[in-house]
């Protein structure tokens, strides 16, 4: 009978849990959250530490301006709500990537601590990794590779975080990683050293 | 220079390409968008063509009404305009699992031909494939797993697809499965032959 087999409950098959797409990929679905001021080193360490993983043969991904603000948060601009909405669609989507068993670094400034908060409730215990990349505001004005710290002082970007706009910095994350007198690779280490450690590059089942 | 090592013109551990995680899993990935009727089976079939797939070892996930409109689209309501930003975000959510080297199956009715052609826009050619789940009406509403039919024949939902709202179907998608008259197997047995066929299930590089 048709009716009987479109229903989930004659299908033989099986369906799928998060454990068996992590055992394929013998890894542990995880967020990444990287914070921290513009120039902090965020991009850099994401794309870096992605490229360790997959050198590896495990999946990494990363979600950030680029690929996020011009596709899913297009619609969005950067009044205070749809600052907060920003945060949370990102927090949403890097679940979506975990609950499928991938890696995903998210590089994006989220200055505000209650943003972040929430977004960590939105997880279980363990899924989500808030990770402070540390510089402080002289030194990133120093970088300044956009020269968006520029116009920032210049008055031509109002309220840019750091300069005109706060930035709060997490009080207990997960790991600190420090961008300013190391190098990328030793950034990298240290975020990928801690990952391994806490046992997200091996499959749950061993 | 902390402040040169900081940009990513100076990391030479690389960039990680989309054909880097494909190879890793072996697979291309791709958007597997199911349209049809409530009813029809796209969810049975989603899931079990995820289930044939991490059996054979390749990562595919489910983006369907329990994990996307409790979470990302939980701000979304009925109206025209948020059920058009209901497909957008799913369709956005689905480019970048597609880019990560995710095979995504989405199971939403999609009723209006606009947005899924909207969605489509989004990628590339080849990376989005359209699979009208090819149930008529009167299956459907016998079947009625969740008594939908029957409500909206009641009055009790408005606006319901097939009954008081129209459902257009595709008019040239890549594959039809139909579900009436044929067990779940055979119809995951035709997708999932589709997907092997055109090459989604072996890594880009061979």
Redesign the interface.
């Known amino acids: 009978m048709?009716?009987a087999?479109?229903?989930?409950i004659?299908?033989h098959?099986?369906?799928?849990a998060r454990a068996?797409?992590e055992k394929?990929?013998g890894q542990r679905g995880a967020t990444i959250w990287l914070t921290g001021l513009s120039?902090?080193?965020k991009?850099?360490v994401a794309?870096?530490a992605?490229?360790?993983l997959?050198?590896r043969?495990?999946?990494?991904?990363v979600?950030d301006g680029d690929?996020?603000r011009h596709?899913?948060n297009k619609?969005l601009g950067f009044s205070p709500e749809d600052r907060t909405?920003n945060i949370r669609?990102i927090g949403?989507?890097a679940?979506?990537?975990t609950?499928?068993?991938?890696i995903v670094f998210t590089s994006f400034i989220s200055p505000y601590r209650a943003d972040r908060d929430q977004v960590r409730e939105?997880f279980e215990d363990g899924d989500f990794v808030e990770v402070f990349i540390d510089?402080d505001v002289a030194?990133c004005e120093?970088?300044d590779?956009k020269g968006l710290y520029k116009k920032a002082r210049a008055g031509e970007i109002p309220e840019f975080t750091g300069i005109s706009a706060p930035y709060e910095a997490p009080e207990k994350p997960e790991l600190v990683v420090p961008?300013?007198?190391?190098?990328?690779?030793e950034s990298?280490a240290l975020l990928v050293g801690y990952l391994e450690e806490k046992g997200f590059l091996a499959s749950p089942q061993g």
């Open positions: 048709a009716e087999k479109a229903t989930n004659t299908w098959g099986g369906t799928v068996d797409r394929v990929l120039a902090s080193g991009s850099t794309v870096a992605e490229a360790e997959v050198k043969g495990r999946l990494a991904y979600l690929n996020v596709g899913l619609n909405e669609r949403e989507v679940k979506l990537f609950d499928s068993g991938v939105l510089a030194t120093e970088r590779p961008t300013k007198g190391v190098s990328v690779e990298v």
